[in-house]
């Protein structure tokens, strides 16, 4: 079974913090995803990875960068979080024409 | 822009009736439309997915039909059951872009016993 896992699956964290958001695959997928998921918005892709230390920008970029210093890893940083990026995160990986989903990590900036 | 719409936002089936759910896409280069279930607490999994060269895809109780010369397709839930009370995803995307899905806002979908 393909395995997307997100570390942190509650987080609460102030206004014009630092966060990390982790996201691990173990199939050694060669893209890898970070979505975020608002109610009435859908799902909204913010960057998206196809290889060790590559990464491209998605919809909604603005407020967000990505590491990938190794394939099985993605990570989402908000270098300084603010209250309009509460939502939920979801990390997604690729294998051949199918993207798996880890189960999402909810974030609230108070 | 919203480069795929979906209706409705929410359906309520009785159960053992038909649950459908269009969309609408803008991009004629897309070349994958795949559906996503998502239930309370999880994330999406992939339901069902359908290339432009064919019409139509059957798996089990779902079938995606696919009009490409109106840029429109939709997921029919043959049966519905109270099992399948979720929000379902439309999505699509170009495959030579790396699979990053564009998808529709979604459609939360209520089965009554």
């Known amino acids: 079974d393909v395995k997307v896992t997100q570390s942190s699956r509650y987080l609460v964290k102030r206004t014009g913090e630092k966060v990390f958001l982790e996201c691990v695959q173990d199939m050694d997928h060669e893209n890898m995803f970070w979505y975020r998921q608002d109610p009435g918005l859908g799902l909204r892709l913010i960057y998206f990875s196809y290889d060790v230390k590559m990464k491209e920008k998605g919809d909604i970029p603005e407020g967000y960068s990505v590491s990938r210093e190794k394939k099985e890893r993605f990570s989402l940083i908000l270098e300084s979080a603010s209250t309009n990026q509460t939502s939920m995160y979801l990390c997604?990986?690729?294998?051949?024409?199918?993207?798996?989903f880890g189960e999402g990590s909810w974030l609230t900036v108070v | 822009q919203q480069q795929v719409k979906q209706s409705p936002q929410s359906l309520i089936v009785q159960k053992g009736g038909i649950s459908i759910i269009n969309c609408a896409y803008e991009n004629t280069a897309f070349d994958y439309f795949p559906w996503y279930q998502q239930f309370p607490g999880k994330g999406p999994a992939l339901l069902i997915a359908?290339?432009?060269?064919?019409s139509e895809k059957k798996e089990g109780r779902f079938t995606i039909s696919f009009n490409k010369s109106a840029k429109q397709f939709s997921l029919h839930i043959m049966d519905s059951q109270p099992g399948d009370s979720a929000t379902y995803f439309c999505?699509?995307?170009?495959?030579?872009?790396?699979?990053?899905?564009?998808f529709g806002k979604g459609t939360s979908l209520l089965v009554t016993p």
């Open positions: 359908i290339r432009p060269d064919v």
């Open positions: 999505a699509a995307t170009l495959s030579n872009s790396g699979y990053a899905l564009n």
């Open positions: 997604a990986s690729r294998l051949v024409d199918t993207i798996y």
